[in-house]
């Protein structure tokens, strides 16, 4: 029962940047593993990057060093900062919620990064 709204994403040209932001409607967010998914067209869904309740954070080696990412625990809110784009991170991205104690993942309806060339 956790709700998860994406928001932040568009067209961009290669190497520019984009910020995409996830908002949570829910107590104890401060609790949660927070992540950034994304899908591309004929591929499945993989890690960006996710973030712990303690700040540990794990980043694809695709997008290390060009992407971080960040939350606020007083907004309920994680944030992906996207830098030095390219057209292979083209595809929908989503926001990710998990806790150990829950049976289930949470996630949001996705937003559509373009990167063109």
């Known amino acids: 029962q956790v709700q998860l709204v994406e928001s932040g994403g568009g067209l961009v040209q290669a190497g520019g940047s984009l910020r995409l932001s996830c908002a949570a409607s829910?107590?104890?967010?401060?609790?949660?593993?927070m992540g950034w998914y994304r899908q591309a067209p004929g591929k499945q869904r993989e890690l960006v990057a996710d973030?712990?309740?303690?700040?540990?954070?794990n980043y694809a080696v695709s997008v290390k060093g060009r992407f971080t990412i960040s939350r606020d625990n007083n907004k309920n809110t994680v944030t992906l900062q996207m830098n030095s784009l390219q057209p292979e991170d083209t595809a929908v991205y989503y926001c990710?919620?998990?806790?150990?104690?829950?049976?289930?993942?949470?996630w949001g309806q996705g937003t559509q990064v373009t990167v063109s060339s």
């Open positions: 973030i712990s309740p303690d700040g540990n954070i």
């Open positions: 829910r107590s104890g967010f401060r609790l949660i593993t």
């Open positions: 990710n919620a998990k806790r150990s104690t829950w049976s289930a993942e949470y």
